[in-house]
């Protein structure tokens, strides 16, 4: 007997949803505003604009519209949820401000995956140590690129200064007119003071530098952990975590892990010289392809058109010597 089918036949599988999915996203018009100051495996560490410096920082989830959106320590963002910062409490990241500098690094400039170190620094403080490790010329003209290109002021600091002259390695940087101070163990700390104070600047640097030893004369509660130089002149990490220190008057220092490699594969010579406004217009009458090395590999470079004994030649120079460490990336072990 051949069986007749009807619509009671159909099944209809029920939806595992509760409701229908909607693109439509909430405002969040009531989040707060703050930095974030720490990162730590999935959670963020946040002091509000009007939080004062003796509460706690408000940690801190990220939410689901977000998605996989990046958060850097520096960024500013907006957060709903318990904002009281009380133990075992979690807020919502709901959004993201606009970066106004970005400090970025590659692992090796063959990598292509760029890696924010820091956000929204307004400057960043290069810190190399004149001996004991001796000063690496090279990190510095990388340091100086990547800020350059990043839209934050380098400012070079020569820490050591009680077991060599830093007077050379100082002069080394005049043309690119890069504010260079020096912060022995033994100067006072009035100059470095004057430069951080009122601004958010990060600290960059090798290992066994002095960088953390800095950051504790600067901020004497911030109890970063130091290290001894090894005998063969190596540092060993002793920051492992980016983390924003809020300065006792006024402003932050953004202290960085050291770093033995840093690579600029997202950085090309056309981007460095056009941080420099008196050299980005000649460059227009480069040949194509030119890497403005000049003579041999360019002999067309409309560098060359600059009289080398005046303040921009002598500045050509400068960044010639930053593109040549642009294109020979080192580890420093």
């Known amino acids: 007997m051949t069986r007749s089918w009807d619509e009671s036949d159909v099944k209809i599988r029920p939806s595992k949803r509760s409701r229908p999915r909607t693109k439509d996203r909430p405002k969040h018009d009531d989040a707060k505003f703050g930095m974030v100051i720490t990162k730590d495996r999935g959670r963020w560490g946040v002091v509000l604009d009007d939080q004062s410096a003796q509460e706690n920082p408000i940690v801190c989830m990220r939410a689901r519209e977000l998605g996989r959106t990046p958060i850097e320590v520096g960024d500013r963002v907006g957060i709903v949820g318990d904002t009281s910062g009380r133990k075992d409490t979690l807020a919502r990241i709901v959004k993201l401000a606009e970066r106004q500098s970005v400090l970025r690094r590659t692992a090796d400039d063959t990598d292509p995956y760029e890696r924010i170190v820091v956000a929204n620094a307004e400057q960043l403080l290069i810190v190399c140590a004149v001996a004991d490790p001796p000063p690496r010329t090279g990190f510095v003209e990388r340091a100086l690129v990547a800020a350059f290109v990043g839209n934050l002021q380098p ?162 120079i400068a960044v010639r010597k930053l593109l040549a460490a642009l294109r020979s990336n080192v580890e420093w072990k």
């Open 155 to 316: 400012i070079i600091c020569l820490t050591k200064s009680d077991l060599a002259d830093p007077t050379q390695f100082a002069t080394e940087f005049d043309a690119l007119n890069v504010p260079v101070v020096i912060c022995g163990i033994n100067d006072h700390l009035e100059p470095i003071l004057d430069i951080v104070s009122g601004h958010v600047t990060a600290l960059i640097g090798h290992s066994g530098v002095g960088k953390s030893t800095l950051v504790n004369r600067i901020i004497p509660h911030a109890q970063r952990e130091t290290g001894e130089v090894s005998g063969v002149g190596k540092g060993r990490h002793t920051s492992t975590q980016t983390v924003a220190l809020r300065l006792p008057t006024d402003g932050w220092i953004i202290d960085t892990p050291g770093i033995r490699s840093f690579g600029l594969a997202h950085v090309n010579a056309d981007t460095v010289v056009g941080v420099f406004e008196d050299l980005a217009e000649a460059v227009h009458d480069c040949p194509r392809g030119c890497t403005h090395a000049g003579p041999p590999t360019d002999p067309e470079c409309q560098l060359d058109s600059f009289n080398i004994d005046s303040p921009t030649g002598r500045r050509v």
